[in-house]
């Protein structure tokens, strides 16, 4: 780690070789509760009041440090986050039990807004409704809170008593030792998963699990010009873990079958039509399939073989301009030679003469 541009840690934290642990920590303190991300600060800023808190109050480390300068840090340690995962982890050490170095302390918890999970379900569209889209009803299974304890999970708040673990804040204090010595950090309830709550007598159809598996449907416009893969997103149709939650999003997965006339490219159809090498030579007319229904193309005298034609706006609507616009159909011809050996004496000849005047 680069060192040229660092600040003295003593600079960083405003005190002096010769300030004492308590001072150390106290302007700590008070550059935190300025500079603290949660509270409106500059985390660049934090970063580096922390790892200066971090050397200057553990002894050894500042022993190094006052000795050797920077050439005297282990920085493969971890200094950026100041042995937290995260500033939320530090913000919970300051906070928790109750305990707030930004003044007032916290009182309760803070109520955690619930998102429910997302469901995928597959879609299957025939080759034409993924190129001109459907309306379609989908029928898929999610959670939802109870309709007979509308999502108590007990028949009555009567048979629901606060967790005597966390005494209803969902919550435990732990003691730990950090930087800042022994602190007192808050956990998620081992009793009650952090409910608050303990049931004594669960309701008979969810079973206390609070929320019950039921089939929904629900009719969707999948637009025009889908294809294999593409997600489609019907928002709250998720799933409701809890009364209050918001619900989570239905995302339908489309799977379009394929079409042994056409192959697709993008927006772009590509398809082929068979001519003998007389009609090549000559020119003709012949119809062809396209998404559209039958069409017929005009093969110029002397089209050769795998030679493309293109019809202009004849492919797939695109999702873009929302079937506004359309991909084009690109016809390959394929021209079909048949073996000298199996004409007949007539056509022989009429070949062989074709050939000497060539």
């Known amino acids: 780690m680069a060192t040229k541009n660092k ?22 303190y008070k550059l935190a509760k300025t500079h603290h991300p949660d509270r409106g600060g500059d985390a660049e800023k934090f970063k580096k009041i922390n790892e200066a808190y971090m050397v200057l109050s553990n002894p050894d480390k500042r022993a190094k440090y006052d000795r050797f300068g920077f050439s005297g840090m282990d920085f493969g340690e971890g200094f950026s986050g100041g042995g937290f995962s995260s500033f939320t982890d530090i913000f919970d050490m300051f906070f928790g039990g109750g305990g707030d170095i930004f003044g007032g302390g916290r009182s309760g918890r803070r109520r955690r807004v619930v998102h429910g999970e997302d469901i995928e379900v597959k879609v299957k569209l025939s080759f034409k409704e993924g190129v001109f889209g459907i309306k379609k009803e989908i029928e898929y299974t999610r959670s939802e809170p109870c309709h007979q304890c509308d999502g108590l999970g007990a028949l009555s708040r009567n048979d629901i008593r606060s967790c005597p673990t966390c005494g209803g804040s969902g919550q435990e204090t732990r003691t730990v030792r950090s930087i800042l010595g022994l602190m007192r950090q808050s956990v998620t309830c081992s009793q009650c998963n952090g409910t608050g709550e303990i049931i004594r007598k669960a309701c008979p159809v969810c079973r206390g699990k609070k929320v019950v598996i039921k089939k929904n449907k629900t009719t969707v416009n999948i637009p025009a010009g889908v294809d294999s893969n593409m997600h489609l997103k019907v928002q709250g149709h998720g799933h409701i873990p809890t009364k209050d939650a918001i619900p989570g999003d239905l995302y339908l997965r489309i799977m379009v079958k394929k079409d042994r006339r056409f192959e697709r490219d993008h927006y772009d159809i590509h398809s082929m039509v068979k001519c003998s090498f007389m009609q090549v030579i000559k020119g003709c007319e012949l ?56 004409l007949t004496k007539a056509q022989k000849n009429l070949i062989d003469e074709l050939i000497k005047i060539s």
């Open 287 to 342: 119809t062809i399939d396209t998404i559209d229904g039958p069409t017929k193309v005009k093969i110029a005298p002397g089209t050769e073989a795998e030679s493309q034609l293109r019809l202009k706006n004849k492919g797939i609507p695109t999702l873009e301009s929302r079937g506004q616009r359309r991909g084009d159909h690109f016809i390959t011809v394929k021209v079909k030679i048949p073996k000298y050996s199996s």
């Open 7 to 28: 600040r003295d840690y003593y600079d960083v934290l405003g005190t002096n070789k010769s300030a004492s642990q308590s001072e150390i920590k106290k302007a700590f």
